[in-house]
């Protein structure tokens, strides 16, 4: 009889460990770059009160570069949430690779400015002073993603230096702008600040002056062909609470705490 009961308990916990395991799931999340940090620190935060476990890959908003956010879907590669600039996300929900009503917007990025650890720190608090700074770097870095395209399709020309920065600026493919500008490659380097902060060997000037300065917002989202969806939202839920904000915060952008749309 004990021996049953032994037999009885030892099958009960089985049982109970067999059902907690169908319960986890992977979940594989793709984040561009001005997130990225942000969700390093947040995925053992979140590990640590569900039994799911976060794979993170990493790509920039758009462009054409092989490790790209539309390169990798263009090949097929298989997530189940994307972590993007929101008009990026918005093309996804539009070609049908990510789920319509999925979208639920994290965070706000600006655009800021560094220079290589201990070199002189020009002046961009002013318009008139970016302007002057853009024109006295010898070479300027800025990213292949929305803070790039932003600098380069509308910032220059609307200070007038399109011409000039052609020949002294350079966009940035498959690395972070910081690691090109701290390695002695460019004098001056424009990124969203999240992606600045975080690198070793540069000093972060500032943002950019609040007239001329693009706030973009990162969203995430449900792609359609996603292996769990209830995990998914739930992982997104804990990106978009206030316990995340702190964190956040830290890595350079700003919290939006929006309501969730299931």
């Excluded at 561009?32 to 620190?41: I, T």
């Amino acid at each position: 009889m004990i021996q049953l009961f032994k037999r009885g308990i030892v099958g009960l916990l089985l049982g109970i460990l067999i059902a907690s395991s169908a319960l986890a799931a992977d979940i594989q999340v793709i984040t561009s770059g001005a997130f990225a940090e942000a969700l390093k620190a947040l995925v053992p935060e979140y590990e640590k009160q569900s039994p799911n476990k976060v794979i993170i890959s990493y790509g920039s908003s758009m462009g054409t570069a092989p490790d790209s956010i539309p390169s990798r879907l263009a090949r097929d590669e298989k997530f189940d949430v994307l972590i993007l600039a929101s008009p990026s996300l918005d093309g996804f929900i539009k070609s049908g690779a990510v789920q319509p009503g999925t979208r639920v917007d994290l965070v706000a990025s600006v655009i800021g400015a560094a220079v290589k650890a201990g070199a002189p720190k020009p002046d961009i608090s002013t318009v008139p002073a970016l302007k002057q700074a853009l024109l006295n770097a010898k070479s300027v870095a800025y990213s292949a993603s929305a803070s790039g395209t932003y600098l380069s399709t509308e910032l220059f020309p609307k200070l007038g230096i399109a011409e000039q920065m052609s020949k002294t600026a350079k966009k940035i493919y498959s690395e972070r702008v910081g690691t090109v500008v701290a390695r002695g490659d460019a004098e001056l380097g424009f990124q969203q600040v999240s992606e600045l902060i975080p690198i070793s060997g540069i000093d972060f000037i500032g943002e950019i002056p609040p007239e001329i300065q693009q706030t973009v917002l990162f969203s995430a989202g449900i792609t359609s062909n996603v292996a769990n969806l209830n995990a998914s939202r739930d992982l997104i839920a804990f990106l978009a609470s206030p316990k995340a904000a702190p964190t956040i915060q830290k890595a350079g952008l700003k919290p939006v705490l929006p309501a969730l749309p299931w």
